[in-house]
């Protein structure tokens, strides 16, 4: 079946260094999109990406999707404290309705 | 509008027994999904109702089983209870008429001892 790859699994970086996560899926991807968990949370929705090659951004953040879509990335620039948390991909695969999540990039942020 | 609602959030459990977790989605929402979280195994799906009927199925034993009522409201249970199954049970829902965005309860927390 599907699936989804995430690395790293985690990340400490020093506040205002820049952050970034991966992730590759073993089909082509219909969609894919991105969640956060803060700890002792639960995963919140960020973006959703579609199209072949898409970039969008938030802010800070900076999401990607690649050109084959099958893989994605998030990248922060400047992480802040607030960033803590895990960071999820999840895709649905083409022609499937599941949504399949990666296991997450946990990212720390030393002030 | 009120958010994923899960109860009960905490509740610890002995091994053999059974359990059963509620989540009422949000309002207008007919998909719900739930979702085991362990730190070992990440976010891994359990199984997708809609519209009262099962429609996709992850890949767990056949002790975890869940259904749906006409409300949308949702239960999901697991029998004969064992030491691998404590986790954070979570349910989404997610309107099919507007895409796959998922939104998340916070959860139910068991604990099997």
């Known amino acids: 079946g599907q699936q989804v790859m995430q690395i790293p699994q985690y990340q400490h970086v020093q506040e205002g260094e820049d952050f970034t996560t991966y992730c590759n899926s073993s089909?082509?991807?219909?969609?894919i999109q991105w969640y956060k968990q803060r700890p002792g949370g639960h995963p919140v929705f960020l973006i959703q990406?579609?199209?072949?090659?898409e970039v969008k951004k938030q802010k800070r953040l900076t999401f990607q999707f690649g050109e084959a879509k099958k893989n994605s990335s998030l990248h922060i620039t400047a992480t802040q404290t607030t960033d803590v948390g895990t960071y999820f991909c999840?895709?649905?695969?083409?022609?499937?309705?599941?949504?399949?999540f990666g296991k997450g990039t946990k990212l720390t942020v030393n002030p | 509008k009120a958010g994923v609602t899960q109860t009960p959030r905490y509740l610890i459990k002995t091994r053999g027994q059974q359990v059963t977790l509620s989540c009422s989605p949000i309002?207008?929402?007919?998909?719900v999904s739930w979702y085991q979280q362990t730190p070992g195994q990440g976010l891994q799906f359990l199984f997708e109702?809609?519209?009262?009927?099962?429609?996709n199925k992850g890949n767990f034993p056949g002790r975890f089983s869940g259904r749906q009522f006409s409300n949308s409201r949702s239960e999901m249970n697991v029998s004969t209870l064992e030491l691998g199954d404590s986790a954070l049970y979570l349910c989404?829902?997610?309107?099919?008429?507007?895409?796959?965005?998922?939104?998340f309860g916070e959860g139910s927390w068991l604990t099997v001892v």
């Open positions: 089909t082509t991807l219909s969609n």
């Open positions: 990406l579609v199209k072949s090659g």
């Open positions: 109702y809609f519209s009262e009927t099962q429609r």
């Open positions: 999840a895709g649905i695969g083409v022609g499937s309705e599941k949504l399949v």
């Open positions: 989404a829902s997610r309107d099919v008429r507007s895409g796959n965005t998922i939104y």
């Open positions: 309002s207008g929402h007919r998909s």
